[in-house]
């Protein structure tokens, strides 16, 4: 069975990223920001099903970043939240994001490989190495300080899933970080391939989804550092004989003047922005994280306000529509989106943007079945 991200024609990917986390990607205090209770989940899965979006991506988070709001305080569980929109969607590609370091391989192996089948085939893996020292805290492990450390972990433990999904026989593993006897795990998933989407940026984050993912999530700052990325991992792929495509995370903020959007962004992310949480969110991915540069952290404060860094489309349909054909030019296969509250804005960026895509050939009108 092929999945349904890779089977879509459309040049240029979309979906939403973050939608099970309180706040969404916007560190603000508005008191319209994200409310990521369950009733809005399934009004923006339902949504998005119909507009022909692709994905549907999470953030696994266990700890959240403090200030007023306590951003990412609230959030709901991955897999779990993956197996209901599934429930309530029928088209649309539903990722889990899993952690490499609190999360066995063999628990990981079945629920994916159940997720697959009770969403006919629609699931897909966000692998995550691990950054965030809180949540290592809270589940008593150290976060490895090296980098090649944490990634020679996360692909041990993506070796194991792997053959998990693969092998009908009981097989024992034997690795550094993981030991099993006669282990097995069956079902295996039902498509094909389920998409492997690895986010990172760093040296060893790109080699990593080099050698195992579909799809690098990694930030955007402009379009040139766009073109570059793409072409990086495209190089790197290609010398293992591989395809890797970029996919990133935007923050919009689309209304039917320029100025009304500017007004609006400058509301929620500059006057009423968590500037304690921003700053906790900004302080721990300089410490332990390198998706971020020093320099990038440096310039973005607002972006992290805005959206957690994503790049901002922040304008009328017709800006934004232009901006997403620039984005997607430098090759970038596609991007998640954030909205402050993303079921309420949604509907003007299906009626006013996704046409405008499809008239620049970037995506076709849905065909309902
Ligand atoms: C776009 C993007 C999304 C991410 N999503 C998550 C997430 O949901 N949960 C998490 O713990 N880490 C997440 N990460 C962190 C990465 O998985 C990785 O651990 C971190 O970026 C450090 O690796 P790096 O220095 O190789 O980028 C994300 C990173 C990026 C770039």
Not at 26 to 38: F, P, S
Not at 140 to 152: E, T, V
Not at 320 to 329: G, K, N, R
Request: with cysteine; charged share 20%; glycine share 8%.
């Amino acid at each position: 069975m092929t999945s349904p991200l890779f089977s879509s024609a459309n040049k240029l990917k979309l979906g939403t990223f973050s939608a099970n986390c309180s706040g969404g990607m916007a560190v603000t205090k508005v008191e319209e920001r994200w409310d990521n209770n369950w009733d809005n989940n399934i009004d923006l899965v339902q949504q998005c099903d119909e507009a022909g979006i692709e994905f549907m991506l999470p953030i696994a988070r266990w700890i959240g970043y403090g200030g007023d709001t306590d951003f990412h305080g609230n959030v709901l569980e991955t897999v779990t939240w993956a197996a209901g929109l599934a429930a309530h969607s029928s088209r649309i590609q539903v990722f889990a994001t899993v952690h490499t370091a609190f999360n066995h391989p063999i628990v990981t192996a079945k629920q994916l490989a159940t997720l697959d089948q009770l969403s006919g085939g629609r699931i897909g893996l966000n692998v995550v190495a691990g950054w965030n020292k809180p949540e290592y805290d809270a589940f008593g492990k150290d976060l490895p300080g090296d980098h090649a450390d944490r990634y020679a972990m996360a692909q041990e433990w993506f070796d194991y899933v792997q053959k998990l999904w693969r092998m009908d026989q009981a097989f024992d593993w034997e690795g550094t970080f993981y030991q099993g006897k006669g282990v097995y795990s069956l079902p295996h998933p039902v498509q094909d391939r389920i998409p492997i989407i690895n986010a990172a940026a760093s040296e060893e984050g790109r080699n990593f989804a080099m050698r195992n993912a579909d799809f690098l999530f990694t930030p955007v700052f402009d379009f040139e550092q766009a073109r570059d990325t793409v072409q990086d991992i495209s190089t790197r792929a290609a010398s293992v004989n591989r395809q890797v495509d970029v996919l990133t995370f935007c923050t919009v903020v689309c209304r039917p003047t320029q100025q009304e959007a500017e007004d609006y962004l400058n509301w929620y992310a500059d006057e009423n922005a968590d500037w304690e949480a921003v700053d906790n969110l900004m302080t721990l991915q300089g410490l332990h994280a390198q998706s971020f540069t020093p320099e990038a952290l440096g310039m973005f404060r607002d972006r992290f306000a805005a959206g957690h860094g994503g790049f901002p489309l922040v304008g009328t349909p017709d800006t934004i529509a232009d901006l997403l054909e620039q984005l997607s030019a430098t090759g970038v296969a596609g991007t998640a989106l954030a909205f402050v509250d993303y079921a309420k804005e949604f509907p003007y960026f299906r009626q006013e943007v996704l046409p405008r895509l499809e008239r620049k050939g970037l995506r076709q009108p849905v065909q309902h079945s």
